[in-house]
Antibody, heavy 120, light 106 residues
């Protein structure tokens, strides 16, 4: 069974940092692209970032470029999102998701999300 | 930046057909996909590469994409289909979601 479990969310002040983790199981992790998507409670989905299987290719939304860094540890089947210089508008539930086979930019499994709150 | 536009809400009677549209410049030249999100739950992929259904998604879900519009169609809509639906496409190596459509079955 494919499982994705996010952790690392919490309260942080503007300008602060957080590192989100997404531990996975049930599939050959290193063969899959992985994504982060966020959602302000009650609002829509916003794609944040993705990384390919060996970590050599990363992509970011303009709104987080230069502040967030996606990475992965294939030995631990875990993907990370390092979030620096956080702003109030980064407050959201952050989901990790797996890229589909043959369509890596399509997200076929999602975690339950972790809430990040940036407050002053 | 690329934008996808969805109607905020669509209503349908049980057993009828619901159509949810997603509009974007030359969207038909890109692959679209659709996610369903029920209240308090994580999104679920219901359509990808315009008209391909993932395993486990009922046949009543279908999709199309041409010109500037992608459409998710639910035939014989059931109460369990009530949810928010989001289209997504890729433009210049970034993912773009539509604003979402709340499907009400009444």
């Amino acid at each position: 069974e494919v499982q994705l479990v996010e952790s690392g969310g919490g309260l942080v002040q503007p300008g602060g940092s957080l590192r989100l983790s997404c531990a996975t199981s049930g599939f050959s992790f290193s063969s899959y692209w992985m994504h982060w998507v966020r959602q302000v409670p009650g609002k829509g989905l916003v794609w944040v970032s993705c990384i390919n299987g060996d970590g050599s290719t990363t992509r970011y939304a303009d709104s987080v470029k230069g502040r967030f860094t996606i990475s992965r540890d294939n030995a631990k089947s875990t993907v990370y999102l390092q979030m620096d210089s956080l702003r109030a508008e980064d407050t959201a539930v952050y989901y990790c998701a797996r890229g589909a086979v043959g369509a890596p930019l399509v997200k076929d499994y999602w975690g339950q999300g972790t809430l990040v709150t940036v407050y002053s | 930046s690329y934008e996808l536009t969805q109607p905020p809400s669509v209503s349908v009677s049980p057993g009828q057909t619901a159509s949810i549209t997603c509009s974007g410049d030359k969207l038909g030249n890109k692959y679209s996909c659709w996610y369903q999100q029920k209240t308090g739950q994580s999104p679920v992929l219901v359509m990808y590469q315009d008209n391909r259904r993932p395993s486990g998604i009922p046949e009543r879900f279908s999709g199309s994409n041409s010109g500037n519009t992608a459409t998710l169609t639910i035939s014989g809509t059931q109460a369990m289909d009530e949810a928010d639906y989001y289209c997504q496409a890729w433009d210049r190596n970034t993912g773009v979601f539509g604003g979402g459509t709340k499907l009400t079955v009444l």
